[in-house]
């Protein structure tokens, strides 16, 4: 099986910053890598396919990057809103997601 | 407009079943690669199953063998039996449509991305 660490398990920014997550898998997944944000009641929403890229309707503020095992998920400028959990998820072979990283805003 | 509206969630004993239903709208559940991701309370996601061309399916080793994934065509429905239920498996159930990348083959899927999702329902097992 395919094990999906995430780095860090929790941040607390403020408006305005850059914020990045790092994901990492147990082995090359290729571009297969989504990242979702769920926020406290609700079901995860799509943010990025195939490691970079952007979901119809998503903020441009979001970005991702990488390949292999290593991939990031950016948010340019955090905003209120973005408050939330967020999740990569590899689908290559047998899906999989990672721990989750807990945003707050400062 | 896509919809997806999980029912059938509930308490139930150790070593009983439960049905899961999904009712589709704005699309057509037998053309599209579908799965069911839970989560339990406090905890992340955890892909569950996925059913794809025909009644084609494959599901996580922590659930193979005791749950069952189908679709009702005549409904537009996604379907999950829940057999031999034990307390690991409480957490809110979710059913997810695929965003038409997914490839299933054998043992193997890739490509899976759960592109719209219902609002979960909650499985508790409890003795």
């Known amino acids: 099986d395919i094990q999906m660490t995430q780095s860090p398990s929790s941040l607390s920014a403020s408006v305005g910053d850059r914020v990045t997550i790092t994901c990492r898998a147990s082995?090359?997944?290729?571009?297969?890598l989504n990242w979702y944000q769920q926020k406290p009641g609700k079901a995860p929403k799509l943010l990025i396919y195939?490691?970079?890229s952007l979901q119809s309707g998503v903020p441009s503020r979001f970005s991702g990057s990488g390949s292999g095992t290593d991939f990031t998920l950016t948010i340019s400028s955090l905003q209120p809103e973005d408050s939330a959990t967020y999740y990569c998820?590899?689908?290559?072979?047998?899906?999989?997601f990672g721990p989750g990283t807990k945003v707050d805003i400062k | 407009e896509v919809q997806l509206v999980e029912s059938g969630g509930g308490l139930v004993q150790p070593g009983e079943s439960l049905r899961l239903s999904c009712a589709a709208s704005?699309?057509?559940?037998?053309?599209?690669?579908m799965s069911w991701v839970r989560q339990a309370p406090g905890k992340g996601l955890e892909w569950v199953s996925v059913?794809?061309?025909?009644?084609?399916?494959y599901y996580a080793d922590s659930v193979k063998g005791r749950f069952t994934i189908s679709r009702d065509n005549s409904k537009n429905t996604l379907n999950l039996q829940m057999n031999s239920l034990r307390t690991e498996d409480t957490a809110v159930y979710y059913c997810?449509?695929?965003?038409?990348?997914?490839?299933?083959?054998?043992?193997?899927?890739?490509?899976?991305?759960?592109?719209?999702w219902g609002q979960g329902t909650l499985v508790t097992v409890s003795s």
């Open positions: 704005g699309f057509t559940v037998s053309t599209n690669y």
């Open positions: 059913i794809y061309s025909g009644d084609s399916t």
């Open positions: 997810a449509r695929d965003r038409g990348s997914a490839y299933c083959s054998g043992d193997r899927c890739y490509g899976v991305t759960n592109e719209y």
């Open positions: 082995q090359s997944i290729s571009s297969y």
């Open positions: 998820q590899q689908s290559y072979i047998t899906p999989s």
């Open positions: 195939t490691a970079s």
